[in-house]
């Protein structure tokens, strides 16, 4: 049996939407987007585009967003970047996200070159006991944070602001590498769990195959396209029911319950004094 106790304790934290409805939903991210350029002043969004769900649906709201501030007289631009390590296997999905987007701007930028330069040097340092803890699993996360550079020097440079695409689903488990995909300085997809993501790119336009696409992190060079669902051990369906206040299994649920507590440091960063 579920402990309600601690889930809807989980559910509060995250944010959870306890009532949605996909249209409000919707509507209340573009505004908070909008909003937000408008109180801070700054000149638009940049974010990365991978050809997921999870970016595709904040870069559209990002789009929507900049276009209502134009509608009311101010200046705002929206970047959709992309970021591949040197070749993508999944691109053909990254342009359908492109062509779904449809942002002010596109460019692409390749963190291969920069990643390997960095992995080169580490490899060549005194930094680590041996060459086997090099893992590509580690390298992985080392292109996330390449990535995350270039979206803060190319914000850094425009006076914009990084869209980060976390959801709750991702947050509960922490799927995402700390100040890597983790960073930003705004997540419209905060507290929707996976299905609910989905249910706003179906409302805002976006075809089965951006909406369905198996999700991915794609960060492990001996592992292309590994399922997250796989890498998790957890199905997204039973991380969603449990975000929703559902019964689960109570093998889904020890396992949604360790994630949550090994990845508590990736969702309060950085570590004082006061939170241990």
């Known amino acids: ?35 937000y ?3 801070t002043g700054a000149k638009g969004y940049v974010l990365g585009i991978s050809g997921g769900v999870d970016s595709s649906t904040a870069g559209r709201l990002a789009q ?16 959709a970047i992309r970021l591949p390590y040197q070749v993508q296997f999944d ?8 062509a779904f987007i449809r942002a002010d701007e596109q460019t692409t930028i390749n963190v291969g070159p920069a990643t390997d330069a960095m992995w080169a ?32 020097t190319v914000a850094g440079a425009r006076g914009m602001l990084v ?9 509960i488990v922490g799927f995402f590498t700390k100040f890597g995909d983790g960073a930003a300085d705004l997540l419209p997809l905060a507290g929707l769990p996976k299905r609910r993501v989905k249910q706003i790119a179906a409302h805002l336009g976006a075809e089965d195959r951006i909406v ?15 399922p997250d669902e796989q890498a998790l051990g957890v199905r997204y369906e039973d991380v969603d029911d449990y975000l929703e206040g ?31």
């Open 91 to 98: 691109e053909e999905d990254a342009q359908r996200a492109l």
């Open 1 to 35: 049996m579920t402990d309600r106790a601690q889930q809807q304790e989980i559910i509060e934290a995250l944010g959870v939407p306890q009532n949605f409805e996909v249209a409000a939903e919707t509507e209340r991210r573009i505004a908070f987007l909008a909003d």
């Open 121 to 152: 040097e580490v490899m060549a340092s005194d930094a680590t006991p041996d060459e086997s803890t090099l893992t590509d699993f580690v390298k992985g996360n080392v292109k996330a944070r390449q990535r995350m550079i270039a979206q803060y």
């Open 64 to 79: 929507l967003a900049v276009e209502r501030v134009r509608e009311r007289g101010g200046d705002a631009r929206f970047i």
């Open 246 to 276: 559902k019964d689960i299994s109570a093998e889904a649920e020890a396992k949604i319950l360790d994630w949550y507590r090994r990845t508590a440091h990736k969702r309060a960063l950085p570590v004082t004094p006061d939170d241990v």
């Open 37 to 39: 350029l408008e109180r």
């Open 163 to 171: 869209i980060g695409t976390d959801q709750g689903a991702e947050a």
């Open 212 to 226: 369905n696409k198996v999700p991915t992190a794609d960060l492990e060079t001996d592992k292309p396209l590994l």
